[in-house]
């Protein structure tokens, strides 16, 4: 059992050695967000950046690999999507780049990509939004999970991370385990800690640091929102399955239902078969992230954002906001009130 007086480093220190960092603080791997910039930002600052390859080749891959070492000399890892068409290519530019920590994100692995990265020594972190998927990607040799919970941003499962925690943790001892989804401060930070995880990934909060090259627009949209902005997209019919993703309301949000609305109505109508009607669904968003984190258009993009987005209410260096989640950690370590600067 973890002593209520243990000090912020006992209670990383598993997380820590595992990550070889200062703090056990994952960024979350955010497409068209977590580049070589805001990755190297993170590790430089004491955490562990992790870019995020979805929307790349493999040799942009490999070209945003070599810029964040450029930056930083600290550990990073790379995220990398099942379901990227290239994915065996995209593991061998992490191995020939000699990348310690991937994480396998987007859905189960198969054993070839496990098999794969650990013939390049790599560690695989994996994500678990069930008791039985982490037990499982344990046994397939994952060296550590991360249980990402429903309050989090972009694609996410049906359970809320306080639940999945209570869930996993008093289960799981083998490896490393890391919560995210909804955590913007320290307190929540170390009380995860305190709950038996090896530390925490943090995603939203990351998205308006000075070094994030998130266009303006788009951050200035997660500075104005409230956490009940944060919404899951809406599925209208059972026959036309719709992936939850969670992004704040905005005039996109309201066409999808009106797309998938039209949609229907043409396939009970018997001018559209299923198959046509469900891609049409599935591509209304194809895009849209880009729309809204590259070029700024926060209308008619998809701003995903976790529920910990009322939390963001400035712009800061990455350095400012780890320092702030440390101070905010000891402070309720010491039991007392943390006073903003």
């Not at 995220?79 to 994915?87: C, G, S």
């Not at 198969?110 to 994996?126: E, H, M, P, Q, T």
């Not at 309301?249 to 609305?261: G, P, R, S």
Request: with cysteine; proline share 4%; aromatic share 6%.
């Amino acid at each position: 059992m973890i002593s209520p007086c243990s000090s912020l480093e006992q209670l990383c220190k598993r997380g820590c050695d595992f990550l070889g960092t200062r703090y056990a603080i994952l960024g979350g791997a955010m497409t068209w967000v977590s580049n070589h910039n805001l990755v190297a930002a993170i590790s430089n600052a004491g955490g562990f950046g992790v870019l995020a390859s979805g929307a790349m080749s493999p040799d942009i891959l490999s070209q945003e690999i070599d810029r964040t070492k450029a930056m930083t000399s600290k550990p990073f890892g790379v995220n990398l999507i099942t379901m990227h068409p290239k994915l065996e290519e995209m593991i061998d530019v992490c191995g020939e780049h000699k990348i310690r920590h991937v994480v396998l994100a987007g859905g189960l692995p198969n054993s070839a990509s496990f098999s794969r990265l650990k013939d390049y020594g790599c560690l695989v972190i994996g994500f678990a939004p069930a008791l039985i998927i982490a037990k499982k990607l344990i046994k397939m040799g994952a060296d550590a999970l991360v249980i990402e919970g429903s309050e989090a941003g972009g694609h996410i499962g049906p359970v809320s991370t306080s639940v999945l925690a209570q869930e996993i943790l008093p289960q799981i001892y083998d490896v490393p385990v890391f919560i995210a989804g909804g955590i913007g401060r320290g307190e929540a930070f170390v009380s995860y800690l305190k709950m038996g995880a090896s530390g925490c990934q943090l995603g939203t909060r990351f998205v308006c640091a000075e070094e994030s090259p998130a266009h303006e627009n788009f951050k200035q949209a997660f500075i104005k929102a409230q956490a009940r902005d944060a919404v899951v997209s809406l599925q209208l019919d059972q026959r036309f399955p719709v992936i939850p993703v969670r992004a704040l309301a905005n005039k996109a949000t309201k066409e999808f239902l009106e797309v998938q609305a039209k949609v229907i109505k043409e396939y009970d109508s018997g001018t559209t078969d299923l198959k046509e009607a469900q891609l049409k669904i599935e591509h209304y968003w194809a895009g849209a992230l880009r729309r809204a984190a590259v070029d700024g258009d926060i209308e008619n993009g998809s701003l995903m954002a976790g529920q910990s987005v009322g939390m963001v209410t400035c712009i800061q260096s990455t350095a400012e906001i780890m320092h702030e989640l440390i101070e905010q950690a000891n402070a309720f370590l010491e039991e007392k009130p943390f006073k903003a600067a």
